[in-house]
């Protein structure tokens, strides 16, 4: 086992639409937007050479901003102008590799459902009671960006149980 500890530091999330998307994610889960909303072009700044990097020669242009949770997580969310973000026509391709969802702690799942309905989201299940006490709920964002919520902590719902052992 390595002699470091790593921390979950950030989310990059694509849109279709920044300013609605900061408006959701800071009414619906309070986040704080911390920097931007920032255009990025393929240039010869150092962000655009970095860019350039990472994305290839293909991503011209993109539009970025950057918030975070109360407890300091950090979602990057994007929004790509050259090639032109497109909603996805499954946005529930669990089967694949890769990340299929993300998920946020709650402490009024009813309130949050709400909110989340109420800005343009949508709730894809019921809410489950997949523990005694511990409730959860699939949703997406105005995107199609899929999450869950869950009423507990990671921890909270999962360690200790003898049920998936």
């Known amino acids: 086992m390595a002699s470091y500890r790593y ?51 293909k991503m011209q242009h993109f539009r970025i901003a950057h918030m975070t949770t109360v407890d300091g997580i950090g979602i990057e969310l994007f929004e790509f102008k050259d090639p032109k973000a497109e909603r996805r026509e499954n946005n529930f391709e669990y089967w694949k590799t890769g990340i299929f969802h993300m998920a946020f702690t709650t402490s009024n799942m009813e309130e949050s459902i709400k909110k989340i309905e109420e800005h343009g989201g949508k709730v894809r299940s019921q809410v489950w009671e997949a523990f005694p006490n511990r409730r959860l709920v699939y949703c997406e964002d105005p995107f199609g960006n899929i999450f869950e919520l869950y009423d507990c902590t990671y921890s909270e719902m999962y360690a200790n149980r003898e049920e998936y052992r």
């Open 7 to 57: 921390a979950f530091n950030h989310v990059g999330v694509s849109v279709t639409d920044l300013e609605k998307a900061i408006e959701f994610y800071r009414e619906v889960f309070g986040l704080k937007l911390i920097m931007g909303p920032a255009e990025i072009k393929n240039d010869d700044t150092v962000i655009g050479r970095l860019c350039n990097d990472i994305f290839g020669e």
